[in-house]
């Protein structure tokens, strides 16, 4: 906080402020407030909470800062500290109970729990209000410590991948041994990483797990899927339950050490959260070393992949909007490398966006607890995209592939949303 300047340079870049260009709502007003609480110059009220609550934490004004102020941990922290202060009904309690401190615990209940939901979604009974729910697929991708082979370099090879709860069966598009066509990427053809399956990833979005399997082992990656792994903890940091991120950190960070080489993540939110883990932990001895060894090996999917490491088959024809994911653009800083695996695909026309690097409004949860700001820049969003009139729309991170998605269906355009492992998948299916 003491490093804020209080220039103002923030202030377009962030979202809130954008909308209603008032002070307490951009990042310098917010510091200013956290700060003032921090020294004692302020109570906990309403109007604190509610500007305070208001940020996306989407980084983008991390991102911009001369000074090198970093709203991500600061807002983790700040709101950790006056949760204790913010008065809820008793359903609003009961309800955050069951879902941080029940539900995304465990990844057993968290799977009951995405079953019940694909149950619920083939009984018919459906309504308007659900359109931020994805179609919950019928397998889901559970982590087992099971090991995929390379499709790079074994034409003599015929099986498929292995089969099981992750796995990815020859029917489903899997990449038998000398599919590959003999294409080595750039580096090591074998090379091990580790896949972290995430917890709505691993079961609403299984499968785009799964298209990230078979393009990691296109590209020729021995890929691990360690076992006890499970959510993240970002939805627990933003939302002020900093005791559960933790538990969840250890957890990850404990199952990930009996393996080697990069932990790749195909979800943009997780990965931000995945490499804040050195922060997180800078202060427990017994934690710290542990926690740096890890967030050193995590890496977007995009991080791992090379241009031209894919043999890239089937094209993509029509204008193509890749849509930055702010935990990628902002706290990743990761902006090039998807749009150059992008434009490896035969057909496809990049075009770009104004506003880009300006938040969709999904943010983790921010579109069930602030949906009228969130609407506002899904709606902002969407108009600039829909100007570029592209066929598809193209994001790293299933909060963005959610929230952009069910704008469209809401105006009824053809325009699809994909995320950016399954036009990987897709073009370089056999």
Known sequence: MLAC????????????YVLTLHESEGPRGRVGMARAVAEGHLQVTPDLLEHELNCLVCDACSAV???????????????????????????ERLLRRLVFSWLFMDMARFRVLARLLWLYQRSGVRSEAERLLPEVPRRFFIPRGESYPSS??????????????????????????????????????????SIFAGCVMSTALA???????????????????????????????????????????????????????????????????????????????????????????????????????????HGVDGRVVYQDACHLLHAQRISRQPRELLSCVPGVELVEIDEAALCCGSAGIYNLTNPVQSRQLQQRKLDHVLAAEPSLIVTANPGCLLQLRAGLVERRSPVQVKHLAEILDEASAP
């Open 65 to 91: 800062c001369p000074a090198g102020v970093h709203m991500d941990p600061l807002q983790v922290v700040l709101r950790s500290a006056i949760e204790p202060e913010i008065h809820r009904s008793w359903g």
């Open 152 to 193: 790079v370099r074994r034409r003599s090879a015929t099986a498929a991948v292995p089969a099981g709860d992750g796995a990815v069966p020859a029917g489903d598009g899997a990449v038998p041994a000398g599919d590959s066509a003999g294409l080595v990427p750039e580096g090591d053809a074998g090379s091990q990483v």
């Open 207 to 313: 499968d785009i797990d799964r298209a990230t399997l078979r393009v990691l082992l296109r590209a020729g990656f021995t890929v691990r899927n360690p076992a006890e792994q499970g959510c993240c903890g970002a939805l627990h940091a933003h939302g002020g339950d900093l005791r559960g991120a933790l538990a969840l950190a250890r957890s990850c960070i404990s199952a990930f050490e009996g393996s080697e080489g990069p932990i790749v993540v195909n979800s943009a939110g997780c990965g931000a959260m995945l490499k804040d883990y050195a922060h997180h932990f800078r202060s427990e001895p017994s934690w710290a070393e542990r926690a740096r060894a890890f967030a050193a090996r995590v890496r977007d999917l995009s991080e791992v992949l090379s241009p031209g490491a894919l043999p890239v088959v």
């Open 5 to 16: 300047i209080r220039c103002g340079l923030c202030l377009t870049s962030c979202p809130t």
